[in-house]
């Protein structure tokens, strides 16, 4: 029974060697160390995708609100400009001619 330890040009050259011969990896404590340092850190597909989902799931549902909420803000400011608009008109035709004159008579 052969016994491989340590990383995996090792275990290639190895294998050149000994084609047909059955192998058996044992893994002890500094080789866990060795690969668990090796790893890199990053996040994998599958986590990528399931935040991209959980994000589009959260958007979907705050979308109709916020365009209601924008509607509502459109059609106020909207108000306020006709407001301020016929307040200028009727502050104007009182200036000119003293008051609002019945020009529909």
Do not use: W
């Not at 986590?47 to 909420?69: F, K, N, R, W």
């Amino acid at each position: 029974m052969l016994e491989f330890r340590g990383g995996g040009d090792y275990l290639s050259a190895e294998r050149n060697f000994l084609p047909h011969s059955k192998r058996e990896k044992i893994c002890y404590a500094s080789d866990i160390g060795y690969h668990k340092r090796k790893l890199k850190k990053g996040f994998t597909l599958a986590e990528v995708l399931i935040t991209l989902g959980i994000i589009g799931v959260v958007a979907a549902m705050t979308m109709p609100a916020l365009i209601g909420s924008y509607k509502r803000m459109v059609l106020k400011n909207q108000y306020k400009k006709l407001y301020s608009t016929l307040s200028q008109a009727y502050n104007k035709s009182i200036f000119d001619i003293g008051g609002v004159s019945d020009c529909y008579h």
